[in-house]
Nanobody, 119 residues
Framework: QVQLVESGGGLVQNGGSLRLSCAAS????????MGWFRQAPGKEREFVAS????????DSGDSVKGRFTISRDNAKNTVYLQMNSLKPEDTAIYYC????????????WGPGTQVTVSS
């Protein structure tokens, strides 16, 4: 079992930057692939980015490629999402998730942090 808590959300202007953090407790994050997802009002949850357990591979959704970067520090049990060139359509609640190695689904989720981009 792992507990996840996101932080770093807030209000930012169009074109600005934010860095989200996801701190884990309960088990070491090095056992999990980690991901970020987001959900805007009235929309389905959307995949943002993920990173392998070792941190040597990442992938991201088309809508954020080239603007968002996921990273992790297993020694600090923390995952990050650097968000640059933010747009109003990035406004959403951002969730951190953990997927055990060899598992097919994301098993653990944080409560989310709100990101609002003003136009």
């Amino acid at each position: 079992q792992v507990q996840l808590v996101e932080s770093g959300g807030g209000l930012v202007q169009n074109g600005g930057s934010l860095r989200l953090s996801c701190a884990a407790s309960g088990r070491t994050l090095s056992l999990y692939r980690m991901g970020w997802f987001r959900q805007a009002p009235g929309k389905e949850r959307e995949f943002v980015a993920s990173i392998s357990a070792s941190g040597d591979s990442t992938d991201s959704g088309d809508s954020v490629k080239g603007r968002f970067t996921i990273s992790r520090d297993n020694a600090k049990n923390t995952v990050y999402l650097q968000m640059n060139s933010l747009k109003p359509e990035d406004t959403a609640i951002y969730y951190c998730a953990a997927r055990p190695l060899l598992a097919a689904s994301w098993s653990f989720w944080g409560p989310g942090t709100q990101v609002t981009v003003s136009s």
